[in-house]
């Protein structure tokens, strides 16, 4: 991320998802920024939570990722997709289209970073930072959302009805309205 943003003319406004959340994170650790989001991001204490909920609730399946480094394994199929991303408002059609085009998003050191190695240190970030979850998020908790949120200092919007891939929702723009507004109040 840094090799692209120190290439800019000026400091980016950073915006990640999911796992994108958590490098953003770490980013802002070490670099300056006019503002951050974090949207439906891994928790500023890892990802152990979701991993502990998969190993739970799909013991057979999180074990062979697990060993593989698969990742794809958890969410290749469109109910597991539906399960992890979407809410019920998605067409199926979408979801299966989505879970089409799904890829490897973890594995290995990273897994092992995610669980406990190199989690964020707020402590560290000053940049302004907008942290918005979903109220349906099958990978990030609500109570994950609004602990990252107090870990730097503000407060979580939870958009009811809504997965965790909420870019995709049939109520995508109220959070791009959210996003376009924060940002608007602090003129950038």
């Given at each position: 991320?840094?090799?692209?943003?120190?290439?800019?003319?000026?400091?980016?406004?950073?915006?990640?998802?999911s796992f994108g959340g958590l490098i953003v994170q770490k980013y802002l650790e070490f670099h300056e920024a006019p503002a951050g989001v974090l949207l439906a991001s891994v928790s500023s204490r890892g990802a152990g939570g979701f991993f502990l909920r998969e190993a739970k609730k799909h013991p057979l399946t999180f074990i062979r990722s697990a060993i593989t480094g698969k990742s794809l394994n958890l969410v290749k199929t469109p109910e597991r997709a539906r399960e992890h991303f979407y809410s019920a408002g998605v067409p199926e059609s979408q979801v299966v289209r989505y879970?089409?085009?799904?890829?490897?998003?973890?594995?290995?050191?990273?897994?092992?970073?995610?669980?406990?190695?190199?989690?964020?240190?707020?402590?560290?970030?000053?940049?302004p930072l907008l942290v918005l979850g979903a109220e349906l998020d099958?990978?990030?908790?609500?109570?994950?959302?609004?602990?990252?949120?107090?870990?730097?200092?503000?407060?979580?919007?939870?958009?009811?009805?809504?997965?965790?891939?909420?870019?995709?929702?049939?109520?995508?723009?109220?959070?791009?309205?959210?996003?376009?507004?924060?940002?608007?109040?602090?003129?950038?």
């Open positions: 991320m840094s090799s692209v943003a120190d290439k800019l003319p000026s400091p980016p406004i950073v915006i990640g998802h879970a089409a085009a799904l890829g490897e998003e973890w594995g290995g050191r990273l897994t092992l970073d995610l669980w406990a190695l190199n989690l964020p240190k707020p402590e560290r970030v000053t940049t099958g990978c990030v908790t609500e109570a994950e959302t609004l602990t990252t949120a107090r870990a730097y200092g503000t407060e979580a919007q939870i958009f009811p009805d809504m997965g965790h891939d909420m870019m995709l929702e049939p109520e995508w723009q109220a959070v791009a309205e959210a996003i376009d507004g924060w940002l608007t109040d602090r003129r950038l």
